[in-house]
């Protein structure tokens, strides 16, 4: 399951990733930072990070452990 | 228990926010309809458009329309003549999107286009910067116009003229609710477009890695208009297709193959020249995917070899794919050093072949005051979900839904009707002994993965539908939500499996296989039989399944014959496929 990591020392609050995320994972918290509020409906798809206009977050995909032969 | 309605008017409500959304907006809008557009998530950013692979497949100028029809539209169940009027829109929403900003690939000032596997020319318009920049691009362009929206409202039922559904009068609206907030809304609309999508087969549900992103498609739009009265067509052959076991997102195979991508088995062979010598990794999608399939079975694993493309267009690769880039690199492995092994699972996108709401070429379902566009509909029998069509089913809905909104009052507003709406998003809030969302959706997507899967047979599919049948009544009707956002995804999975029922009979309806359609219990390609629409449509409170002709005049050019490869995956038996090839 995609993790996604919020790097709180670049976060504005500014809510562009709340606002677009296409299934409704991040929400910002009670001191305005971005959080994941359903990290488990994350589909990795980047677009909160494609539309960070900070760098603040990143969506890390799980590992290559499912690759076989 | 939740928020105090809120009542909105409009000429056009059009549903959804991705690319047949967009253009339907903007046609309405430009026709000089006041037009509301409703998403569920956020206009620009939800359902396939965004995440698409990078390519618009465009009509330019100087095509020959043979070539087109040739290249897509030769198989029997397309309307070679609906295509050909679509070129000329294409090319037009290219030059618009390129008003908009969006970025093309260009060469000077002029757009330039690539080849992708299957066409016998170029006709790929890549976007420099993916569909994310793509679509936000187009959103900008169609706010510009002057269409209102709605962010994250699930709509949940279309509203009917005489309060039934389904309706023997016309559809006047609909209602939803706010993801967040929990608000009511009812929209009361003298047309209504539904471009909600394609819906997935099996659901995924969160943390199963089954097929590609969007995880959310549920095909909403699809069982309201199902429930309104609506025929739907083409249900058996959308829901099957085949993704990559290995990636959450799509394949990308369009840009990654011209740019040299190879697929390469164990010992660094490229095993397609035993499929299609050729024209290799740009044959046809269905026998890549029946080819890797096959390479699988035959342990030979198959994998992508990206080592081929040059580094600057790997460069370009990673702003044209920027999701797959990073799926990729996100799975631990170096695409510059080493092949991706690959291999396909059952998993489909209903859009990619178009399967949903019969559509006339104006984008009219069968109910009055509905129109519907995109990965939604039938397509109105265009060869397939890809962007253009999208676009352009969507240009034609949102015309026509403005035409007849012109000539048009507001229908009936009928407060019972709302309620009784209201009560049904509410009710899972409320029950108290329900059951959690979570396992219900696995249970579910476990039983049709087993018992449905990629190869089908009567029995099993009979089994499925009795299922279903059963997990409705007993479990899907009792789940409950803890919160609004868990509530829109309870109503997606009702939504859902009402579309699946419709589906899974439609499969048993179909008794001949071909392309990834293939039944166990009818292997044999059928040439005669095939050709046809299976149309599926509610009558009271039950499904009614029938078929009726392609019509003649979808051909300009004969149909090209079906190869045979297809029937030698899996069960297919040695003597069918042995009749099959006719030998």
Redesign the interface.
């Known amino acids: 399951m995609p993790k996604v990591e919020i790097n709180k020392a670049a976060c504005t609050g500014c809510g562009v990733c709340v606002e677009t995320c296409p299934t409704d994972v991040l929400r910002l918290d009670k001191h305005g930072m971005a959080f994941a509020a359903y990290e488990a409906d994350c589909q990795g798809c980047f677009i909160c990070q494609w539309d960070c206009a900070y760098e603040a977050i990143r969506v890390r995909i799980r590992g290559g452990q499912e690759i076989d032969a | 228990m939740m928020h105090k309605v809120e009542k909105v008017e409009t000429d056009v409500l059009v549903i959804g926010g991705g690319i047949a959304a967009a253009f339907a907006a903007y046609r309405a809008r430009r026709s000089g309809a006041r037009v509301l557009l409703v998403d569920r998530?956020?206009f620009?950013?939800?359902?396939c458009s965004?995440?698409a692979s990078g390519v618009y497949p465009t009509y330019m100028p100087g095509d020959k329309e043979e070539d087109w029809i040739q290249g897509l539209g030769a198989g029997p169940l397309v309307n070679q003549r609906l295509l050909v009027k679509s070129l000329p829109v294409m090319y037009e929403h290219l030059m618009t999107m390129d008003r908009w900003g969006v970025k093309w690939m260009k060469e000077g000032k002029e757009i330039v286009r690539m080849g992708a596997p299957g066409r016998t020319f170029k006709n790929g318009a890549w976007m420099t910067e993916g569909g994310?920049q793509m679509m936000m691009a187009v959103r900008a362009g169609v706010l510009e116009s002057g269409v209102q929206t709605l962010?994250?409202v699930a709509i949940t039922e279309l509203l009917t003229s005489d309060g039934t559904l389904p309706t023997e009068g016309q559809v006047t609206g609909a209602v939803g609710f706010h993801?967040?907030d929990g608000g009511i809304y009812s929209i009361q609309a003298k047309a209504t477009i539904v471009c909600t999508g394609p819906y997935k087969f099996p659901y995924p549900w969160?943390?199963s890695?089954l097929g590609y992103?969007?995880?959310?498609l549920s095909g909403d739009g699809i069982a309201m208009m199902l429930r309104a009265g609506a025929q739907l067509s083409r249900l058996e052959l959308g829901g099957i297709n085949l993704n990559p076991d290995?990636l959450?997102?799509a394949p990308g195979l369009e840009s990654l193959m011209p740019s040299g991508a190879r697929f390469v088995d164990?010992n660094g062979r490229r095993f397609l020249e035993n499929y299609d010598p050729k024209r290799m990794e740009m044959t046809s999608r269905a026998l890549l995917y029946f080819a890797i399939s096959h390479q699988k079975e035959l342990?030979n694993?198959p994998s992508m070899d990206l080592r081929g493309i040059a580094s600057e267009r790997l460069e370009l690769l990673k702003k044209v794919i920027?999701?797959i880039i990073?799926?990729y690199e996100?799975?631990?492995?170096d695409i510059t050093k080493e092949p991706?092994?690959y291999s396909y699972q059952v998993a489909g996108t209903s859009g990619i072949f178009g399967a949903g709401a019969r559509i006339t070429e104006q984008g009219e379902t069968t109910i009055t005051g509905l129109y519907a566009a995109g990965g939604c509909t039938d397509n109105a029998y265009l060869p397939g979900g890809h962007l253009s069509f999208c676009s352009t089913t969507g240009h034609w809905a949102g015309e026509a839904a403005a035409a007849f909104a012109a000539r048009s009052e507001q229908g009936t507003f009928l407060p019972q009707q709302v309620q009784q709406a209201i009560e049904a998003i509410e009710l899972p809030l409320i029950r108290t002994d329900g059951l959690d969302y979570e396992p219900v959706h696995r249970r579910l997507g476990e039983m049709l993965m087993e018992k449905v899967g990629l190869v089908l047979r009567a029995d099993r599919l009979q089994y499925a539908i009795d299922k279903l049948l059963e997990m409705r009544e007993t479990e899907i009707s009792r789940l409950h939500a803890r919160d609004y956002?868990e509530l829109?995804?309870v109503c997606g999975l009702q939504q859902y499996c009402q579309v699946l029922e419709a589906t899974l009979r439609a499969y048993l309806y179909r008794t001949e296989s071909r392309v990834a359609f293939i039944r166990e219990d009818f292997p044999v390609i059928d040439n005669v039989n095939w050709v046809k629409m299976i149309v599926v449509q509610r009558q009271g409170k039950n499904l009614k399944l029938w078929d009726e002709p392609i019509p003649e005049y979808f051909h300009i050019v004969p149909v090209r014959p079906t190869q045979n490869l297809h029937l030698v995956f899996r069960n297919a038996t040695p003597a069918a496929h042995s009749k099959a090839l006719g030998s």
């Open positions: 998530s956020y620009g950013r939800s359902g965004a995440l994310p962010n994250r993801v967040r969160p943390g890695t992103m969007p995880i959310d290995h959450l997102c164990k342990g694993v920027p999701i990073s799926n996100g799975l631990g492995v991706v092994p956002h829109a995804k």
